[in-house]
Nanobody, 121 residues
Framework: QVQLVESGGGLVQAGGSLRLSCAASGSISSIVAMGWYRQAPGKQRLLVAE???????NYADSVKGRFTISRDNAKNTAYLQMNSLKPEDTAVYYCKGLLRSVADSAFHDYWGQGTQVTVSS
């Protein structure tokens, strides 16, 4: 069984910072990439940032220069440092891992349960 658990969400004022963590656990064989997505009420879930095992990153235009994704491969954990937060960053943030379990030969997407980030103006 593979689990991804997010933490670090909360309420912050505009201009503030938060750091999200996503820990992958269970019978994991290999993690190719980890990413953060967000979904605001009534809107689609969209990519925020992603990082490969080798450290290559990709960001949504709306967060470039403000958010930084990183990962600790030894801990199977990804982080999202969010600075200069804006009210429009308010959403549920989900972690996704593209990984292979020890019981599987294929790679699949696994999702966390989400963590709420609310930015007040």
């Amino acid at each position: 069984q593979v689990q991804l658990v997010e933490s670090g969400g909360g309420l912050v004022q505009a201009g503030g910072s938060l750091r999200l963590s996503c820990a992958a656990s269970g019978s994991i064989s290999s993690i190719v990439a980890m990413g953060w997505y967000r979904q605001a009420p009534g809107k689609q879930r969209l990519l925020v940032a992603e990082i490969t095992r080798g450290g290559s990153t990709n960001y949504a235009d709306s967060v470039k220069g403000r958010f930084t994704i990183s990962r600790d491969n030894a801990k199977n954990t990804a982080y999202l440092q969010m600075n200069s937060l804006k009210p429009e960053d308010t959403a549920v943030y989900y972690c996704k891992g593209l990984l292979r379990s020890v019981a599987d030969s294929a790679f699949h997407d696994y999702w966390g349960q989400g963590t709420q980030v609310t930015v007040s103006s």
